[in-house]
């Protein structure tokens, strides 16, 4: 399992996005990507398929930007929200793609067994887990409504560029309800919507 790290060190963190997104286009060391409010569907499944619908005014587990940046040799993902809580069956899911063609999936689930949340990497989705011996991290401030996950770059190879795609998902007793943040109308794939490139090399 990949460590936590403070609410505290994530505070410094958002102050530094802040002022490297104000940074010329060709010198950015963070791209940011604002994520529409009040987009979460709600999926429900029968023997019958699968359906998605809006769940209007929904707060909880609706992503309103997603932060990405290098820091540390580091890929560091963070997701902001209008509203995000511990509790079991809620997950982050981060796709990552480098320039390689190297996939990559880090996912912070919370459980029953892990309430404070345990970030998992994947070279598939659901597929076994993997070790990344250089270390990767995650950050949990609920009192923010942020959740962040870094991965050593070493864990996608050797990539000069990676894009990013971050969803959202919390089962609940009529359905589960999902947010991707690169969504822009449609329903929520299984596979997050990459971002623009991030220079990471």
Known sequence: MFRPHSAVSLAVAIATVVLLALAPAAEAAALVR???AYDVVRRV?????????????????????????????????????????????????????????????????FTTTWPGGELTLHRTLGGPRIDCSAGSYYITDFSADVLSVGIHRTCL?????????????????????????????????????????????
């Not at 050797?158 to 971050?166: D, F, I, L």
């Not at 991707?180 to 794939?189: E, Q």
Request: aromatic share 4%; hydrophobic share 35%; with cysteine.
């Open 34 to 36: 604002a994520d529409a």
């Open 157 to 201: 190879g050797s990539p000069a560029s990676v894009r990013v795609g971050v969803k959202y998902a919390r089962a609940t007793s009529t359905g589960t309800l999902l947010d991707d943040a690169g969504r822009n109308g449609g329903p929520v794939g299984a596979r997050p919507i990459l971002g623009a490139r991030l220079v990471t090399g």
């Open 45 to 109: 499944c029968t023997t019958e398929g699968c359906t998605q619908r809006p769940a209007p005014g929904v707060q909880n587990g609706d992503i309103r930007r997603t932060e990405s940046r290098l820091v540390n040799h580091h890929v560091e993902v963070t997701a902001f929200f209008a509203d995000v809580r511990s509790g079991r069956g809620r997950a982050m899911t981060v796709r990552l793609v480098t320039n390689e063609g190297v996939v990559r999936w880090a996912r912070l689930a």
